[in-house]
């Protein structure tokens, strides 16, 4: 009988490594491979809250992750020249104009726009609500002229080109203890003009953004100088190996395609009753 069962035992055994041997782990799938882009840009598409509407949506949609740079637009075009980005979505027209010329950027589109503002406190003590409510030049004049406290953003942004042109069309140069340049992004102008209780020109979704945690009003507002163009450009591969010319490429597409500017038109309107941007790619 021992015999018997060593017997069995052993073919039982024998029987059990076959299959083992025979029975193969499936290899694990693999792993998704990453797609990203890296989105250089103004700090009001950030700021205003536009951005973390959108690529949410872009993501789910695409499985692209945008990566954002939010600078001003001078040093985001200047990512572009180096090669540090994919695509730019920034707002000073000739400049971007110029980066597409010169061979840094592949194609330049209007993607939306919205207006700049002067915003101060609310005793507006220039009195520029009263004196020059929809002349931006004009309200300059009286700032310098009242030495009244001015934030500058400083950094060669879309909006610091924007009020170097009214300084210069008002024919003045800013200078003094009452011109403060800050060298920092929309929010942080914002901020330090409520601390010092002075006036800062302002795109209007940043402003409208964080205007429950301010105490500046708009003083001036509605004057055809303050158009505020945004625009796409995919920066030209040639720049940098790296630059992920097809999926900037998708994202540009995207971004002008008419399910994402209706997205862009509403943006804004359910809190403030306006959206912050106007929608109007061609």
Same mark, same amino acid.
């Given at each position: 009988m021992k015999k018997f069962l060593s017997i069995i035992l052993a073919i039982t055994l024998v029987f059990s490594l076959a299959l083992t041997g025979c029975t193969k782990e499936e290899p694990a799938p693999p792993a998704p491979v990453e797609r990203d882009i890296i989105l250089s840009t103004t700090t009001s598409t950030q700021?205003?809250?536009?951005?973390?509407?959108?690529?949410?949506?872009?993501?789910e949609e695409t499985g692209i992750n945008v990566k954002v740079v939010a600078v001003g637009t001078g040093q985001a075009l200047q990512m572009g020249r180096d090669g540090e980005a994919d695509i730019l979505l920034?707002?000073? &027209?000739?400049?971007?104009?110029?980066?597409v010329a010169e061979g840094h950027g592949l194609e330049r589109h209007d993607v939306m726009y919205n207006d700049f503002i002067i915003v101060g406190p609310k005793d507006d003590p220039a009195k520029l609500k009263e004196k020059a409510p929809n002349d931006s030049v004009e309200a300059l004049k009286i700032v310098a002229e009242n030495k009244a406290?001015?934030?500058s953003r400083g950094d060669e942004s879309g909006t610091h080109v924007k009020e170097k042109a009214l300084w210069e069309e008002a024919t003045l140069v800013p200078e003094g203890e009452w011109y403060i340049s800050a060298g920092k992004g929309m929010g942080d102008v914002l901020k330090m003009a409520d601390e010092k209780l002075?006036?800062?020109?302002?795109?209007?979704a940043t402003y409208l953004n964080l205007r429950d945690t301010l105490e500046?009003?708009?003083?001036?507002? &509605?004057?055809?100088?303050?158009?505020?163009?945004?625009?796409?450009?995919?920066?030209?591969?040639e720049k940098n190996e790296n630059i992920k010319e097809e999926d900037a490429k998708i994202f540009m597409e995207w971004m002008l395609s008419e399910?994402?500017? &209706?997205l862009i038109g509403e943006f804004?309107?359910?809190?403030?009753?306006?959206?912050?941007?106007?929608?109007?790619?061609q």
């Amino acid at each position: 009988m021992k015999k018997f069962l060593s017997i069995i035992l052993a073919i039982t055994l024998v029987f059990s490594l076959a299959l083992t041997g025979c029975t193969k782990e499936e290899p694990a799938p693999p792993a998704p491979v990453e797609r990203d882009i890296i989105l250089s840009t103004t700090t009001s598409t950030q700021d205003s809250g536009l951005l973390d509407y959108l690529l949410p949506i872009f993501k789910e949609e695409t499985g692209i992750n945008v990566k954002v740079v939010a600078v001003g637009t001078g040093q985001a075009l200047q990512m572009g020249r180096d090669g540090e980005a994919d695509i730019l979505l920034v707002h000073a &027209k000739a400049s971007e104009e110029t980066f597409v010329a010169e061979g840094h950027g592949l194609e330049r589109h209007d993607v939306m726009y919205n207006d700049f503002i002067i915003v101060g406190p609310k005793d507006d003590p220039a009195k520029l609500k009263e004196k020059a409510p929809n002349d931006s030049v004009e309200a300059l004049k009286i700032v310098a002229e009242n030495k009244a406290n001015f934030v500058s953003r400083g950094d060669e942004s879309g909006t610091h080109v924007k009020e170097k042109a009214l300084w210069e069309e008002a024919t003045l140069v800013p200078e003094g203890e009452w011109y403060i340049s800050a060298g920092k992004g929309m929010g942080d102008v914002l901020k330090m003009a409520d601390e010092k209780l002075g006036y800062t020109l302002t795109d209007r979704a940043t402003y409208l953004n964080l205007r429950d945690t301010l105490e500046l009003d708009i003083v001036v507002e &509605k004057d055809t100088r303050l158009f505020n163009q945004y625009g796409i450009i995919p920066v030209n591969p040639e720049k940098n190996e790296n630059i992920k010319e097809e999926d900037a490429k998708i994202f540009m597409e995207w971004m002008l395609s008419e399910d994402t500017q &209706k997205l862009i038109g509403e943006f804004g309107v359910d809190k403030f009753g306006m959206p912050l941007f106007t929608p109007n790619a061609q």
